[in-house]
């Protein structure tokens, strides 16, 4: 690529997907402060919630938000303690009993960019309706959504709006996914986090100012018509979301494919061929890591030059060419270190887009796809 990633040339349909993949440390910075001044509105709320023994937490959202649950699923079981449950709210709305087949005392989390899916608010109806005990955390960029406007002043609810900017106008949810993602681990995970938020926009801020171009130009150089992303733990729902967002920027012209790093040997692994690239995501976690340095050893061996690539907070254990150094602090958690990973991910669907002449803002112009989803009925829930 001769220019910069997010400097495509005029013209090209990438204004608004641009300027949001760029604004997000800023944003970050502003989720923070956000957070930080609810403090004590949250902790009232979540208090009684989380005292209960017997709580589920359920993180839902359709598409990227889904996505978003995914990332945090494991991260904040760990450290409330307590069941932790990523479930999509298509899987809800399709199956509501299943889904809560349990009548425990519930935390709804519900991401939503524009809460006007018809998902979002139907799967707050369904809790309702299938559980005795429901709260609901509503994370969403849409403070005129019909979620928010459902839960906003109910006495079981709490709504906490992202910065108006994160509403991104764009096709694909960039700077949306990540405010919510980091208002939720805010919101609910270690104390520690909010003292990492400065650390992790400057992370992301190297990215989006250049740091990356050259070695993202080299890998889409390679034209490859296949890209495979791989994680374990939270950085297995990143890699969902990071296919999502090269399928949705290049309207479906890159086959795109998400899997665990050991998952991926039983059986997906049969997408690769020598027109496939591979990203993996490299766990900081020390356990988790050596599984992700065997299958990067593993790829690497069997692909052409070049075809690997291993995002990373650090080098140990890793090749000296093919890796993507995310400058995050030493000991940084996963779902946190997926914040400014995912830069990755957006700039590599951003670049391959314009390489196949899509317009990454509206990558559907005959609208197949759309920006908010459209088409879905949604059906009397009778209990049954």
Known sequence: MNTPVLTPPKGAGAEHTVAEIAQQPALWREVGRIVAGQRAALDAFLAPVLAAQDLRVVLTGAGTSGFAGDVLRTALARHLGRRVDAVHTTDIVADPRGCFAEDVPTLLVSFARSGDSPESTAATALADSCLSRTHHLVITCNAEGALARAHGGQRASHVLLMPAASNDQGFAMTSSFTCMLLAALLALGPSSAGSAVGALADAAERITTGELDAPVGQLLAREPERLVYLGSGPLRGLAGESALK???????????????????????????????????FVSE????????????????????????????????????????????????????FALPAVVCAQLVALGASLARGVRPDNPFPSGEVNRVVRGVTVHPYTGN
């Not at 290049?250 to 027109?275: C, E, N, Q, W, Y």
């Not at 593993?298 to 150094?325: H, I, K, N, T, Y």
């Open 285 to 336: 976690d020390a356990y988790t890591r050596q599984y992700d340095l065997d299958i990067v050893a593993e790829l690497r061996a069997a692909l052409p030059a070049g075809a690997v690539v291993a995002v990373s907070a650090r080098q140990d254990g890793l090749p000296e060419d093919g890796v993507w150094l995310v400058p995050v602090p030493a000991g940084t958690e996963d779902a946190a």
């Open 246 to 280: 090269l399928l949705e920027l290049t309207g479906g012209r890159v086959v795109a494919h998400a899997d665990s790093t050991l998952g991926f040997r039983h059986g997906p692994k049969a997408i690769l061929d020598g027109r496939t690239a591979v990203i993996v």
